[in-house]
T-cell receptor, first 115, second 114 residues
Framework: GESVGLHLPTLSVQEGDNSIINCAYSNSASDYFIWYKQESGKGPQFIID?????DKRQGQRVTVLLNKTVKHLSLQIAATQPGDSAVYFC??????????????FGKGTHLIIQP | DGGITQSPKYLFRKEGQNVTLSCEQNLNHDAMYWYRQDPGQGLRLIYYSQIVNDFQKGDIAEGYSVSREKKESFPLTVTSAQKNPTAFYLCASSRSDRGEEKLFFGSGTQLSVL
């Protein structure tokens, strides 16, 4: 699991600002990436995913960027709200033909929203 | 939590005791998984099952056992052989079709040692 990591363990942003959470991966063969949000004492919730044939994907207030050249993944959250406070972690895998047993998870970044 | 129910939410184990964590899903997913989460670490795969009556060891299977008698259920037993069982345990499920890797997680069970 150490091939997937995050640059900052804690990120503090002002409410209303945009936040960017980074993730580095080392397996150049990885072709599927996913971001999860985990609130304290709860299970992870899916945020957004992206395949290696794309470099950007947008959801509601979130954007994932994939830079395969430098093996870097980022999650951008627009106009952060108090409910965005959580641990965010990425996961990577080499596509196998179905199922998620090949997912490798990063350790997570704790996003703190300041009022 | 996406149709996956874990129970209990908190569990305490005595020395030498086996304990079983429950996981039930109503998403009609073929694949189910158990992960262990320790503070400051990424999720680590314990066991997974892609079909009823079949399961595979993950990265840290020692000291754990599972069964998959029904599609909806994938209980995890933490045996006395697991010497460091204190952790947050997460059950997940996914479809097993090609291109379907998205995991849906339960709300977790916190296991502690008395």
């Amino acid at each position: 699991g150490e091939s997937v990591g995050l640059h900052l363990p804690t990120l503090s942003v002002q409410e209303g600002d945009n936040s960017i959470i980074n993730c580095a991966y080392s397996n150049s063969a990885s072709d599927y990436f996913i971001w999860y949000k985990q609130e304290s004492g709860k299970g992870p919730q899916f945020i957004i995913d992206i395949r290696s044939n794309m470099d950007k994907r947008q959801g509601q207030r979130v954007t994932v960027l994939l830079n395969k050249t430098v093996k870097h993944l980022s999650l951008q959250i627009a106009a952060t709200q108090p409910g965005d406070s959580a641990v965010y972690f990425c996961a990577e895998m080499v596509g196998t033909g179905g199922g998620a047993d090949g997912l490798t998870f990063g350790k997570g970044t704790h996003l703190i929203i300041q009022p | 939590d996406g149709g996956i129910t874990q129970s209990p939410k908190y569990l305490f184990r005595k020395e030498g005791q086996n304990v079983t964590l429950s996981c039930e899903q109503n998403l009609n997913h073929d694949a189910m998984y158990w992960y262990r989460q320790d503070p400051g670490q990424g999720l680590r795969l314990i066991y997974y099952s892609q079909i009823v009556n079949d399961f595979q060891k993950g990265d840290i299977a020692e000291g754990y056992s599972v069964s998959r008698e029904k599609k909806e259920s994938f209980p995890l037993t933490v045996t006395s052989a697991q010497k460091n069982p204190t952790a947050f345990y997460l059950c997940a499920s996914s479809r097993s079709d090609r291109g379907e890797e998205k995991l849906f997680f339960g709300s977790g069970t916190q296991l502690s040692v008395l």
